[in-house]
Protein backbone atom coordinates (compact mmCIF):
# COMPACT_ATOMS: atom_id res chain seq x y z
CA UNK A 1 0.00 0.00 0.00
CA UNK A 2 1.00 3.55 -0.68
CA UNK A 3 0.29 6.32 1.59
CA UNK A 4 0.56 10.41 1.20
CA UNK A 5 -0.06 12.30 3.86
CA UNK A 6 -0.31 15.96 3.26
CA UNK A 7 3.25 16.48 1.27
CA UNK A 8 4.02 19.96 0.25
CA UNK A 9 6.43 20.50 -2.17
CA UNK A 10 7.73 23.89 -3.68
CA UNK A 11 10.83 25.20 -6.63
CA UNK A 12 11.81 28.84 -5.39
CA UNK A 13 7.80 30.35 -5.59
CA UNK A 14 6.67 27.62 -7.37
CA UNK A 15 4.46 25.89 -5.15
CA UNK A 16 4.27 22.56 -7.46
CA UNK A 17 2.55 20.36 -4.40
CA UNK A 18 0.17 21.69 -1.78
CA UNK A 19 -0.95 19.16 1.32
CA UNK A 20 -1.59 16.05 -1.39
CA UNK A 21 -3.21 13.65 0.40
CA UNK A 22 -4.70 9.76 -0.70
CA UNK A 23 -4.26 6.56 -0.28
CA UNK A 24 -3.33 3.36 -3.18
CA UNK A 25 -4.41 -0.11 -1.47
CA UNK A 26 -2.80 -3.35 -2.79
CA UNK A 27 -5.02 -5.36 -5.42
CA UNK A 28 -6.19 -1.96 -7.11
CA UNK A 29 -5.40 0.12 -9.59
CA UNK A 30 -4.75 3.88 -8.63
CA UNK A 31 -5.25 6.90 -11.00
CA UNK A 32 -3.24 9.84 -10.36
CA UNK A 33 -4.40 12.40 -13.30
CA UNK A 34 -4.59 15.61 -13.49
CA UNK A 35 -3.72 18.43 -15.97
CA UNK A 36 0.08 19.65 -17.24
CA UNK A 37 2.22 20.99 -14.24
CA UNK A 38 -0.85 19.77 -11.84
CA UNK A 39 1.56 18.01 -9.68
CA UNK A 40 1.67 14.63 -10.88
CA UNK A 41 5.23 13.84 -11.22
CA UNK A 42 6.19 15.58 -8.46
CA UNK A 43 4.60 13.40 -6.07
CA UNK A 44 5.32 10.50 -8.00
CA UNK A 45 9.02 11.38 -7.46
CA UNK A 46 8.42 11.96 -4.18
CA UNK A 47 7.03 8.62 -3.70
CA UNK A 48 10.30 6.91 -6.08
CA UNK A 49 12.52 8.65 -3.22
CA UNK A 50 14.37 10.81 -5.71
CA UNK A 51 13.26 14.04 -4.33
CA UNK A 52 12.49 14.80 -0.38
CA UNK A 53 8.91 16.91 0.40
CA UNK A 54 9.25 19.96 1.98
CA UNK A 55 6.30 19.02 4.95
CA UNK A 56 4.11 16.17 5.07
CA UNK A 57 5.19 12.39 4.95
CA UNK A 58 4.29 9.70 2.74
CA UNK A 59 4.93 5.73 2.99
CA UNK A 60 5.00 2.32 1.02
CA UNK A 61 4.26 -0.67 3.04
CA UNK A 62 5.08 1.03 5.83
CA UNK A 63 8.26 2.54 5.19
CA UNK A 64 8.52 6.42 5.73
CA UNK A 65 10.07 7.61 2.20
CA UNK A 66 12.56 9.46 3.84
CA UNK A 67 13.59 7.91 6.92
CA UNK A 68 13.44 4.86 5.38
CA UNK A 69 13.77 5.44 1.66
CA UNK A 70 15.92 2.16 1.03
CA UNK A 71 13.29 0.03 2.17
CA UNK A 72 10.72 1.53 0.43
CA UNK A 73 12.73 1.34 -3.12
CA UNK A 74 13.18 -2.49 -2.42
CA UNK A 75 9.26 -3.10 -2.31
CA UNK A 76 8.76 -0.57 -5.35
CA UNK A 77 9.63 -0.74 -9.09
CA UNK A 78 9.24 2.18 -10.68
CA UNK A 79 8.48 3.19 -14.58
CA UNK A 80 9.39 7.43 -14.45
CA UNK A 81 8.71 9.69 -17.18
CA UNK A 82 11.80 8.90 -19.64
CA UNK A 83 12.73 5.37 -19.83
CA UNK A 84 16.86 6.10 -19.06
CA UNK A 85 18.58 3.03 -20.18
CA UNK A 86 22.01 2.68 -20.89
CA UNK A 87 21.89 2.52 -24.57
CA UNK A 88 25.68 0.42 -25.04
CA UNK A 89 24.31 -2.65 -23.26
CA UNK A 90 21.52 -4.87 -24.90
CA UNK A 91 17.88 -4.90 -23.05
CA UNK A 92 18.70 -7.79 -21.37
CA UNK A 93 22.08 -6.81 -19.67
CA UNK A 94 20.10 -3.69 -18.57
CA UNK A 95 17.04 -5.47 -17.11
CA UNK A 96 20.39 -8.36 -15.47
CA UNK A 97 21.99 -4.99 -13.98
CA UNK A 98 19.16 -3.81 -12.26
CA UNK A 99 18.77 -7.09 -11.01
CA UNK A 100 21.91 -7.01 -9.76
CA UNK A 101 21.10 -3.50 -7.87
CA UNK A 102 18.03 -4.66 -6.41
CA UNK A 103 20.09 -7.66 -4.29
CA UNK A 104 19.16 -9.99 -6.32
CA UNK A 105 21.41 -13.26 -5.86
CA UNK A 106 23.71 -13.74 -8.58
CA UNK A 107 22.78 -17.49 -9.20
CA UNK A 108 19.06 -16.09 -10.04
CA UNK A 109 19.59 -13.09 -11.75
CA UNK A 110 19.51 -14.85 -15.65
CA UNK A 111 16.06 -16.86 -14.76
CA UNK A 112 14.47 -13.50 -13.23
CA UNK A 113 15.32 -12.09 -16.71
CA UNK A 114 14.37 -14.71 -18.48
CA UNK A 115 10.78 -14.81 -16.68
CA UNK A 116 10.36 -10.98 -17.00
CA UNK A 117 11.78 -11.07 -21.17
CA UNK A 118 8.73 -13.80 -21.80
CA UNK A 119 5.96 -12.06 -19.46
CA UNK A 120 6.75 -8.48 -21.34
CA UNK A 121 7.29 -10.57 -25.05
CA UNK A 122 10.65 -8.59 -25.07
CA UNK A 123 12.33 -11.88 -26.28
CA UNK A 124 12.80 -10.43 -30.32
CA UNK A 125 14.83 -7.89 -29.48
CA UNK A 126 16.45 -8.81 -25.70
CA UNK A 127 19.82 -8.97 -26.88
CA UNK A 128 20.05 -5.86 -29.11
CA UNK A 129 21.69 -2.94 -27.87
CA UNK A 130 19.24 -0.45 -26.58
CA UNK A 131 20.82 2.35 -29.05
CA UNK A 132 17.94 3.28 -31.22
CA UNK A 133 14.75 1.41 -29.94
CA UNK A 134 11.85 2.50 -30.61
CA UNK A 135 9.68 4.32 -27.96
CA UNK A 136 7.42 1.08 -27.14
CA UNK A 137 10.70 -1.41 -27.15
CA UNK A 138 12.00 1.59 -24.55
CA UNK A 139 9.21 1.52 -22.39
CA UNK A 140 9.43 -2.43 -22.25
CA UNK A 141 12.53 -3.22 -20.86
CA UNK A 142 12.17 0.21 -18.63
CA UNK A 143 9.38 -1.58 -17.16
CA UNK A 144 11.07 -5.26 -16.96
CA UNK A 145 13.67 -3.44 -15.49
CA UNK A 146 11.16 -2.25 -12.93
CA UNK A 147 9.40 -5.56 -12.30
CA UNK A 148 12.99 -7.89 -12.06
CA UNK A 149 12.84 -8.06 -8.29
CA UNK A 150 8.96 -8.89 -8.21
CA UNK A 151 7.92 -5.41 -6.36
CA UNK A 152 4.26 -5.57 -4.58
CA UNK A 153 4.27 -1.54 -5.23
CA UNK A 154 4.35 -0.36 -8.77
CA UNK A 155 4.78 3.47 -9.89
CA UNK A 156 4.40 4.44 -13.38
CA UNK A 157 4.30 7.78 -14.29
CA UNK A 158 2.98 8.57 -17.66
CA UNK A 159 3.90 4.92 -19.11
CA UNK A 160 1.68 4.98 -22.44
CA UNK A 161 3.63 8.46 -23.76
CA UNK A 162 4.34 7.40 -26.84
CA UNK A 163 3.38 4.15 -27.72
CA UNK A 164 1.40 2.65 -30.20
CA UNK A 165 -1.68 1.13 -30.08
CA UNK A 166 -0.76 -2.68 -30.10
CA UNK A 167 1.80 -1.26 -26.96
CA UNK A 168 -0.54 0.59 -25.62
CA UNK A 169 -2.95 -2.21 -25.23
CA UNK A 170 0.08 -4.66 -23.74
CA UNK A 171 0.88 -2.45 -20.64
CA UNK A 172 -2.73 -1.92 -20.01
CA UNK A 173 -2.86 -5.76 -20.15
CA UNK A 174 -0.11 -6.02 -17.91
CA UNK A 175 -0.90 -3.52 -15.09
CA UNK A 176 -4.87 -5.78 -15.40
CA UNK A 177 -2.48 -8.90 -14.30
CA UNK A 178 -0.54 -6.83 -11.78
CA UNK A 179 -3.58 -5.77 -10.07
CA UNK A 180 -4.81 -9.48 -10.16
CA UNK A 181 -1.88 -10.89 -8.43
CA UNK A 182 -2.54 -8.30 -5.81
CA UNK A 183 -0.17 -5.59 -6.26
CA UNK A 184 -0.54 -2.16 -5.59
CA UNK A 185 -0.16 -0.06 -8.86
CA UNK A 186 -0.45 3.85 -9.30
CA UNK A 187 -0.11 5.36 -12.56
CA UNK A 188 -0.20 9.26 -13.34
CA UNK A 189 -1.79 10.21 -16.74
CA UNK A 190 -3.60 13.09 -18.11
CA UNK A 191 -5.45 10.36 -20.67
CA UNK A 192 -9.35 10.28 -19.91
CA UNK A 193 -9.68 6.43 -21.95
CA UNK A 194 -6.23 4.91 -20.24
CA UNK A 195 -7.64 6.30 -16.88
CA UNK A 196 -11.07 4.83 -17.50
CA UNK A 197 -10.31 1.39 -18.54
CA UNK A 198 -8.01 0.59 -15.76
CA UNK A 199 -8.37 2.24 -12.44
CA UNK A 200 -10.71 1.51 -9.96
CA UNK A 201 -9.68 4.86 -8.09
CA UNK A 202 -8.93 7.85 -9.56
CA UNK A 203 -7.24 10.77 -7.58
CA UNK A 204 -7.92 14.32 -9.49
CA UNK A 205 -5.31 16.85 -8.20
CA UNK A 206 -5.15 20.74 -9.97
CA UNK A 207 -2.78 23.44 -9.05
CA UNK A 208 -0.78 21.04 -7.08
CA UNK A 209 -3.94 19.81 -4.60
CA UNK A 210 -6.14 16.82 -4.55
CA UNK A 211 -9.64 17.89 -6.23
CA UNK A 212 -11.89 14.57 -6.12
CA UNK A 213 -10.45 11.49 -4.99
CA UNK A 214 -13.17 8.90 -5.62
CA UNK A 215 -13.99 5.74 -8.29
CA UNK A 216 -15.46 6.61 -11.69
CA UNK A 217 -18.87 6.57 -10.45
CA UNK A 218 -18.54 8.64 -7.41
CA UNK A 219 -16.72 11.29 -9.48
CA UNK A 220 -19.56 11.23 -11.75
CA UNK A 221 -21.86 11.29 -8.99
CA UNK A 222 -20.29 14.18 -6.67
CA UNK A 223 -19.53 16.16 -10.38
CA UNK A 224 -22.88 15.52 -11.80
CA UNK A 225 -21.62 14.63 -14.97
CA UNK A 226 -22.35 11.44 -17.09
CA UNK A 227 -18.79 11.41 -19.25
CA UNK A 228 -15.93 11.22 -17.03
CA UNK A 229 -14.16 13.63 -18.95
CA UNK A 230 -16.70 16.60 -18.26
CA UNK A 231 -16.61 15.42 -14.77
CA UNK A 232 -12.49 15.60 -14.50
CA UNK A 233 -12.98 18.89 -15.99
CA UNK A 234 -15.51 19.86 -12.86
CA UNK A 235 -13.39 18.51 -10.67
CA UNK A 236 -10.21 20.90 -11.67
CA UNK A 237 -12.53 23.51 -11.89
CA UNK A 238 -13.12 23.26 -8.21
CA UNK A 239 -9.42 24.07 -7.12
CA UNK A 240 -9.07 27.88 -7.69
CA UNK A 241 -5.56 29.33 -8.17
CA UNK A 242 -4.15 31.04 -5.37
Known amino acids: MIRVDG ?14 SFEAPDGRVTGLLGPNGAGKSTTLRILYTVMKPDAGSAS ?74 SQGQRTKVALARALVHDPQNVILDEPSNGLDV ?6 RELILKLKDAGRCVLFSSHVMQEVAALCDDIVIIADGRVAIDDTAE ?21 VSPE
Open 7 to 20: IHKSFGSVRAVRGI
Open 60 to 133: IDGHDVVKSSLDARRCTGTLPHGAGLYPHLTARENIAYFASLCGIERGNIEERVENIVDLLEIKDFADRRTKGF
Open 166 to 171: MATRSL
Open 218 to 238: GIREQTGCDDLEDAFVAAIHR
